[in-house]
C-alpha cells in the first residue's frame, strides 16, 4: 500500500488520538455481552514469492500460496477485487480452501467507487454481490474504499448507496478526503447514517495522513488497515500503542476485530503479524495462533 507513504519516518507523530466522540457513545450506549469477542488479523494478499521460505515451505508454486496463507492467518484483505471481478468457480475455489471460520474480506471494485462514483452503478453492485457471495459463510466484512477527492459534497451518493446495499451485507467503508474528519453538518449526517444502517467505519493508520486516524466506531466493529514501513522501530511501537487501544475496547464490548497489517514492501507483514498477535495475546489473556516463521524470526526487544 502507498498510500500515505513519506520518506523521513522519524519527523511523523504516530500517537494514536483519543477516541473520538462518536467512539465513546457508541461504547456507552452498548449492552456488555459475555460471548468473546471474533478477532481476525491478517494480511492484504497471499500471493508473495518471496514470503517462501518464511510462511510458505521451499519449493512452494504460485498455485498453493493460498492453501499454506490459511494455515497462518484466519483472515485475508482481497484488494484484487478492486481491480477485477473473479469468476465465482475461482471464488468457490478459495473458499473451499480455507478453514470453517476463516473470513475473506473483498474491497469492492473500482468501477463502482472510482468510476461510477457510487452512481448508476447497480449492474456492478449486483455483479460484485453475486461474485462474492461465493465465499459463503467465509465472507467476512466486504470494503468500500472512495477517493481523495470524494469529499462530503458527494454526500448524497454516498446516502444512496449505502441504502441501497443488502440490509444483511456486511460492509465497511473508507473516507481518504480531510473534510470528512472535521466538524461539519454534512459530514455528521453521514456518520450518524452509517450508525443507523451498520456499515463499519474502517481506520486507516500511515505514516504521511494521520487525518485519517480518525478513532471513530460506528458499529462494535473496528476494520483497522494498518500500514508500517518494513519493521522500522516504530512500527513495533505502534503496534504496541495499538494492543493497548484494542484492550480497552474489548473491555468496553467490542464485538469483532479485523486488523489487517499491510507495508509499503509486503515482505515483512508476516514478522510485523506475529509480534501483533503475540503481543495481543499476552496483553488480553487470548489464544490467537500467531503465524509460524520458518526464518527464525525473534522480535526485538525495547
Known amino acids: 500500500m502507498e498510500f500515505g507513504r513519506v520518506e523521513n519516518i522519524d519527523a511523523v507523530d504516530f500517537a494514536l488520538p483519543k477516541d473520538d466522540k462518536y467512539t465513546l457513545a457508541l461504547f456507552k450506549g452498548l449492552k456488555k455481552k459475555k460471548a468473546a469477542p471474533q478477532i481476525f488479523i491478517g494480511c492484504a494478499k497471499w500471493g508473495r514469492p518471496d514470503w517462501i521460505g518464511k510462511i510458505y515451505p521451499k519449493g512452494t508454486k504460485p498455485t498453493d500460496f493460498l492453501k499454506h496463507y490459511?494455515?497462518?492467518?484466519?483472515?485475508?484483505?482481497?484488494?484484487?477485487?478492486f481491480y477485477q471481478l473473479f469468476p465465482v468457480s475461482?471464488?468457490?475455489?478459495?473458499?473451499?480452501?480455507a478453514p470453517d471460520d476463516f473470513k475473506f474480506c473483498p474491497k469492492?471494485?473500482?468501477?463502482?467507487?472510482?468510476?461510477?462514483?457510487?452512481?448508476?452503478?447497480?449492474?456492478?453492485?449486483?455483479?460484485?454481490?453475486?461474485?462474492?457471495?461465493g465465499f459463503g459463510k467465509k465472507l467476512g466484512t466486504s470494503f468500500i474504499?472512495?477517493?481523495?477527492?470524494?469529499?462530503?459534497k458527494h454526500y448524497e451518493s454516498i446516502h444512496d448507496y449505502l441504502k441501497s446495499l443488502p440490509k444483511d451485507f456486511d460492509v465497511a467503508l473508507e473516507f481518504r478526503n480531510h473534510e470528512w474528519?472535521?466538524?461539519?453538518?454534512?459530514?455528521?449526517?453521514?456518520?450518524?447514517?452509517?450508525?443507523?444502517?451498520?456499515?463499519?467505519?474502517?481506520?486507516?493508520?500511515?505514516?504521511?495522513?494521520r487525518d485519517v486516524l480518525s478513532m471513530r466506531l460506528t458499529t462494535p466493529k473496528a476494520f483497522i488497515r494498518y500500514v508500517g514501513n518494513g519493521l522500522h522501530p516504530t512500527d513495533y511501537k505502534r503496534i504496541d500503542e495499538w494492543i493497548e487501544r484494542i484492550a480497552t475496547w474489548l473491555e468496553e464490548g467490542l464485538q469483532t476485530l479485523y486488523f489487517f497489517i499491510h507495508q509499503h514492501d509486503e515482505?515483512?507483514?508476516?514478522?510485523?503479524?506475529?509480534?501483533?498477535i503475540d503481543g495481543l495475546n499476552k496483553r488480553c489473556g487470548l489464544k490467537l495462533k500467531p503465524p509460524t516463521l520458518?526464518?527464525?524470526?525473534?522480535?526485538?526487544l525495547f
Open 181 to 209: 474528519f472535521t466538524d461539519n453538518t454534512v459530514a455528521d449526517e453521514t456518520w450518524h447514517l452509517m450508525k443507523e444502517l451498520g456499515v463499519t467505519s474502517i481506520i486507516t493508520d500511515t505514516s504521511g495522513r
Open 145 to 152: 474504499q472512495l477517493g481523495d477527492n470524494f469529499g462530503p
Open 90 to 97: 475461482t471464488v468457490e475455489k478459495w473458499a473451499a480452501l
Open 70 to 81: 490459511v494455515q497462518h492467518y484466519n483472515c485475508i484483505e482481497l484488494n484484487a477485487f
Open 294 to 300: 520458518l526464518n527464525g524470526y525473534q522480535a526485538p
Open 267 to 276: 515482505l515483512y507483514s508476516p514478522e510485523l503479524s506475529k509480534y501483533m
Open 108 to 133: 469492492f471494485t473500482n468501477s463502482i467507487t472510482h468510476i461510477r462514483r457510487l452512481k448508476n452503478a447497480q449492474k456492478e453492485t449486483d455483479a460484485f454481490l453475486e461474485t462474492v457471495h
